[in-house]
C-alpha cells in the first residue's frame, strides 16, 4: 500500500512536471535573466548524428522549462539554507548585494593609463575613478570575503598630465544602491563636488536639485546575477536641475534625438537603471539651455546616473562609450556630431574601477 | 543521455514508463532494447554502431563457445571464447587507450603522432559485462543466450548503461525472461532512485563546486586548509556522484522488475583499505576477482605468487578508471596497501582501537583521491606539499571556503554512514506512520529540489548588452 502510494507520488510529479513543461507556451526572451532564450532547434539528419539536435535540444529544453524563473529562485533560498554566502559571483549580505571585484588586468590598466596620459598633453583632462562598493563597504561584507584593496590602486597612479581626482575617501557606503552595481544620484553628486573643487566651484547640496522619487521596485543587475529573493528593491530618484533642450544618442549606425535625459519606458522593466539615458551607446550628446562651457565625458554606464547633476552647469554635454567605439573618437566625433576635440572646454574621464582596470578600449582616443 | 537532467526526467522517462506498461509482456525487452538504444545515442550517435557490433559479436562468442561445449569441443569452445575476448580487449583498447599509448610513444620516441578518438560512452562498463558472459558460458555458469533481443536488452539496459553498476549477465540471466513488475517493486525503485538522484544533484554537484574552485587555483599557493577542504569535497563529489548513480540504476532497475547487486555498501566507514574495497564499487571488485585474481591462480600458490596476482589485478583496476598515469599510480597505492594489510598490516589494525583504524583508513582512501584527481602526475606532488602546509596553513579564502562549504561537507559526511538510515529504521519500527510521512515529503522534496538545481544550472544572466 505504501509502495503504491509512492509509485502514484512519483508518477504525478514526473507527468505533471512533463505536462505542465509541454503546455507551457516558449518565452523568446527573460527579462529576469536579461537574455533571449533559446528557441526549437533546427532537425536534420546531419545535426542529429552530429550530436549538435541532442545539445541544442538539451539547452531549448532547460532555457524553456516551466516554472524556471521560480526555480531558480527555490535554489537561491537553498543555497542560503545551506549558509552560502555567495551566488553568482555576487556576495550576500544584510539585505545588500555586493558583486565580486575582478582581478585586474595589470597590461590593460597600463595601456589605459598611458593612452590618457597621451591624450592628456593635448587635451588637458580630469579622471575620477568610481570605487566599488564591494571595497567600499568592505566591513559589511560576509566574513572571510575576498576584497581587493582599491584604495593601494588609487594611491599606486602618479600621473603626470592628467589630473586625477581621488574621491575613495569621500564616497561613502550609502553612495551606492543595495541591488545594483552602480552608485546612486548621492554618490554621483560626491564625485561632481569633488570635480567642481577642482574648477574652483562651490559644492552643491541635494537641496540644490529638484528631487523626486520615481520608483520604488528597483531590483538591479546585483540580483538579476545572484537570482537573490527577498532583497528590499532601491529606490530611483531623479535629480532636476537645469533644462534639457535635447538628448542625441547615436547607436553605431544611426542617430535619435529625445527630449530628456530620462527614458520613463525603463521604469517598467526590469533594467531600470537605464532610465538615465538609456542603456549604454556609444555617442550621447545632451544640449541643454544653459550658459555653460562644454564638456566631454569618456565614460562607463556610471556616467549616466552622473549627467543629469550637470545640465545647468553646461551648454552641451557629450558622452562617449569607448566600449562600443570602433574608430578614431576624434573622427568619430566630427562624423556624427560636427564636433571636434578642440570645441570642449572640459574633457573628463569617468570610470567605474572594474571597467578602468579590466577592460581596454583607449586605443581609439588617440 | 544522463540521468540528472530535464531530458531525462521529463521526456524519455515518461515515455519509456507509459510504452512499456502499456506494452503486452513478450514486447517489453524488444521496447527497453530499442529506447536504450536511443538513450546511449542521444549523445554519442555514431558510437552507437560501436555497440551494437560489439554485441552481435559477444551473442555470437555465447553461440559459439555453447556449440562447441555440447559437441564436446573444448578446443573449439575455447577458441571462440578467446576470439570474442580479443574482440572485446582490442575495441575497448583502440577507443580507449590510443591515445594514451601514442603520447607515450612521442614522449620516448621524440615523434609527433595524433590519433584523436573520443572515448565511447560507458565502454569500459558494458565490455567488461559482456566479457563476463562469454566467460561464464565458457565455464558453464550460466546457460548460453539464443535470442539477440534479451542478450541485447541485457548489454545496453539504460539504467546501467553508462556508470555501472557491471552487472553479470549470470545474475539477472532469469529475469530477462520472467519477471514479475509489480506497484510495490516500482515504489522501492522510487525510493531508491530518488536518493540517488539527490546524492548526485543536491550533494555531489555542489561540492563539485568547491572541489572545482580549489583545483583551478595555482596549487602552489594553496594554503593545507584549502587543499583539505578541496580533498574533503572531491572524496564526497566522487562517493555522491558515483553512488548516487548505481542507486538511480538500481531504482530504475527495479521499476522494470530487474534486481541489480548493490555497488556500494557505506565505503568511508571502513577501517582498512582491505575492507573499503569491499565496499567501494563492489561490481568492479567482483568482476576482476572473478575473471582475472582467481584465474591467475589468487591465493593458491603461495605468497610470492598471491602478491604478484595483487599487484596485476591492481593496475588493472587503476588503468581501466582512465588512461592516464595518474590512474595506473592510483591502482599500484592500492595494490601496495592491500598487499602490506595482507603481509602484516590487518593483523595489527585489528588490535588497534577502531578509532586508529578508522583514521588510518581515511587517510588513505582521502589521499588515493588526490593521485585520481590530479591527471598531472607533477600537479600531485604539489598539492601533496600543500596539504602540509608548504603553502601556510590558512588564509581568508580557506575561512570563506569553510564557512561556505563547512555545513554541506557536514551533511555529506553524516550521509556517506549508514547512521540516517539507521535511525530511520528505528524510527519506523517506533512510529511507522510518521516515518510514513517522512518519506513522502523525503520524495516530494527531494524531487522538486532535485529538479531546482537541474534548471537552475544553466541560470545564466546576461547583463550587460546593447542590441
Known amino acids: 500500500m505504501k509502495n503504491k502510494i509512492l509509485t502514484s507520488l512519483f508518477l504525478l510529479l514526473v507527468f505533471g512536471f512533463t505536462l505542465l513543461d509541454l503546455l507551457t507556451p516558449d518565452r523568446a526572451f527573460s527579462e529576469w535573466e536579461n537574455r533571449e532564450l533559446k528557441g526549437a532547434p533546427e532537425i536534420s539528419v546531419g545535426r542529429i548524428f552530429s550530436g549538435e539536435f541532442g545539445s541544442d535540444y538539451e539547452s531549448y529544453m532547460t532555457d524553456q522549462f516551466a516554472l524556471r524563473d521560480s526555480l531558480v529562485k527555490i535554489k537561491y533560498l537553498a543555497d542560503r539554507a545551506l549558509l552560502k554566502t555567495d551566488a553568482g559571483g555576487v556576495y550576500i549580505s544584510d539585505n545588500t548585494l555586493f558583486v565580486k571585484q575582478n582581478e585586474i588586468n595589470r597590461e590593460y590598466l597600463e595601456k589605459n593609463i598611458s593612452a590618457m596620459e597621451t591624450f592628456s598633453l593635448k587635451y588637458p583632462s580630469r579622471f575620477i575613478l568610481v570605487p566599488s562598493a564591494t571595497y567600499i563597504c568592505r566591513d559589511a561584507l560576509p566574513p572571510y570575503a575576498e576584497v581587493m584593496d582599491e584604495k593601494e590602486l588609487f594611491e599606486s597612479f602618479n600621473f603626470e598630465s592628467l589630473e586625477f581626482i581621488n574621491i575613495i575617501d569621500e564616497i561613502k557606503a550609502d553612495s551606492y544602491f543595495r541591488t545594483d552595481h552602480h552608485w546612486t544620484a548621492d554618490g554621483a553628486l560626491i564625485g561632481y563636488n569633488a570635480y567642481r573643487r577642482t574648477l574652483g566651484k562651490e559644492a552643491l547640496a541635494k537641496d540644490a536639485f529638484d528631487v523626486s522619487e520615481v520608483s520604488q521596485d528597483f531590483l538591479g543587475t546585483s540580483v538579476s546575477k545572484s537570482g537573490a529573493v527577498g532583497i528590499e528593491p532601491d529606490v530611483l530618484e531623479k535629480w532636476e536641475r537645469g533644462k534639457v533642450k535635447s538628448v542625441e544618442v547615436y547607436d553605431g549606425l544611426k542617430t535619435s534625438e529625445y527630449s530628456s535625459v530620462y527614458f520613463d519606458e525603463y521604469l517598467d522593466k526590469k533594467d531600470k537603471y537605464s532610465y538615465y539615458l538609456g542603456q549604454n551607446q556609444p555617442l550621447v550628446r545632451i544640449k541643454t539651455d544653459s550658459e555653460g562651457g562644454k564638456i566631454l565625458i569618456f565614460k562607463d554606464s556610471y556616467a549616466h546616473i552622473f549627467s543629469q547633476l550637470l545640465i545647468e552647469d553646461y551648454s552641451e554635454i557629450v558622452l562617449v562609450d569607448l566600449r562600443y567605439v570602433r574608430e578614431r573618437v576624434a573622427l568619430l566625433l566630427e562624423k556624427t556630431f560636427d564636433v571636434s576635440l578642440e570645441d570642449f572646454d572640459e574633457i573628463l574621464f569617468l570610470y567605474s574601477t572594474d571597467t578602468f582596470t579590466t577592460e581596454n578600449n583607449m586605443l581609439w582616443i588617440r | ?467
Open chain 2, 1 to 467: 543521455m544522463v540521468f540528472s537532467s530535464l531530458l531525462f526526467l521529463f521526456r524519455f522517462l515518461p515515455i519509456v514508463i507509459l510504452g512499456y506498461f502499456i506494452l503486452p509482456r513478450k514486447f517489453r525487452n524488444l521496447f527497453l532494447l530499442l529506447f536504450s538504444l536511443f538513450f546511449y545515442a542521444w549523445g554519442e550517435p555514431t558510437y552507437i554502431a560501436l555497440m551494437l557490433f560489439s554485441i552481435v559479436i559477444n551473442f555470437l562468442g555465447g553461440i559459439f563457445v555453447d556449440k562447441y561445449k555440447t559437441t564436446g569441443s573444448m578446443k573449439g569452445a575455447k577458441t571462440a571464447l578467446i576470439v570474442s575476448m580479443v574482440i572485446d580487449i582490442g575495441l575497448l583498447g583502440v577507443f580507449k587507450y590510443t591515445g594514451f599509448f601514442l603520447e607515450n610513444v612521442n614522449a620516448i620516441m621524440k615523434t609527433d603522432l595524433v590519433l584523436s578518438i573520443v572515448l565511447p560512452i560507458g565502454i569500459s562498463f558494458y565490455t567488461f559485462q559482456m566479457m563476463s558472459y562469454v566467460i561464464d558460458v565458457y565455464r558453464g555458469d550460466t546457460e548460453v543466450q539464443k535470442n539477440i533481443i534479451n542478450f541485447g536488452c541485457y548489454v545496453s539496459l539504460f539504467p546501467q548503461l553508462i556508470a555501472g553498476p557491471i552487472v553479470q549477465y549470470k545474475t539477472v540471466a532469469e529475469q530477462l525472461e520472467t519477471r514479475a513488475e509489480t506497484a510495490d517493486a516500482f515504489g522501492e525503485g522510487v525510493k531508491r532512485f530518488m536518493a540517488g538522484l539527490s546524492k548526485k544533484v543536491l550533494i555531489a554537484n555542489n561540492l563539485g563546486v568547491l572541489w572545482d574552485t580549489v583545483s583551478a587555483s595555482d596549487l602552489t599557493s594553496v594554503p593545507a586548509l584549502t587543499a583539505w577542504l578541496g580533498i574533503l569535497a572531491f572524496t564526497f563529489q566522487i562517493y555522491f556522484d558515483f553512488s548516487g548513480y548505481s542507486d538511480m540504476a538500481i531504482g530504475l532497475g527495479k521499476m522494470f522488475a530487474f534486481e541489480f547487486l548493490e555497488n556500494f555498501d557505506y565505503p568511508y566507514i571502513s577501517k582498512s583499505i582491505t575492507e573499503f574495497w569491499r565496499r567501494w564499487h563492489i561490481s568492479l571488485g567482483t568482476w576482476f576477482r572473478d575473471y582475472l585474481y582467481i584465474p591467475l591462480g589468487g591465493n593458491r600458490h603461495g605468497l610470492l605468487k598471491q602478491i604478484r596476482n595483487i599487484a596485476v589485478v591492481w593496475l588493472m583496476t587503476g588503468i581501466w578508471h582512465g588512461a592516464s598515469w595518474n590512474f595506473a599510480l592510483w591502482g599500484l597505492y592500492f595494490g601496495v596497501i592491500l598487499i602490506l594489510e595482507k603481509l602484516f598490516l590487518l593483523k595489527l589494525l585489528k588490535k588497534l582501537p577502531s578509532f586508529i583504524s578508522h583514521v588510518y583508513s581515511i587517510f588513505l582512501f582521502v589521499y588515493g583521491w588526490v593521485i585520481f584527481a590530479l591527471e598531472d602526475t607533477s600537479d600531485i606532488l604539489v598539492y601533496t606539499k600543500a596539504l602540509f602546509g608548504s603553502a601556510g596553513f590558512l588564509n581568508r579564502e580557506s575561512m570563506y571556503l569553510l564557512l561556505n562549504f563547512g555545513l554541506l561537507l557536514i551533511i555529506a559526511g553524516i550521509f556517506s554512514t549508514p547512521l540516517p538510515k539507521k535511525l530511520f529504521a528505528a524510527l519506523e519500527g517506533k512510529l511507522p506512520r510518521l516515518a510514513f510521512v517522512l518519506t513522502v515529503l523525503g520524495v516530494v522534496s527531494a524531487f522538486v529540489l532535485s529538479v531546482v538545481y537541474i534548471t537552475a544550472s544553466s541560470y545564466n544572466p546576461f547583463l550587460y548588452f546593447r542590441f
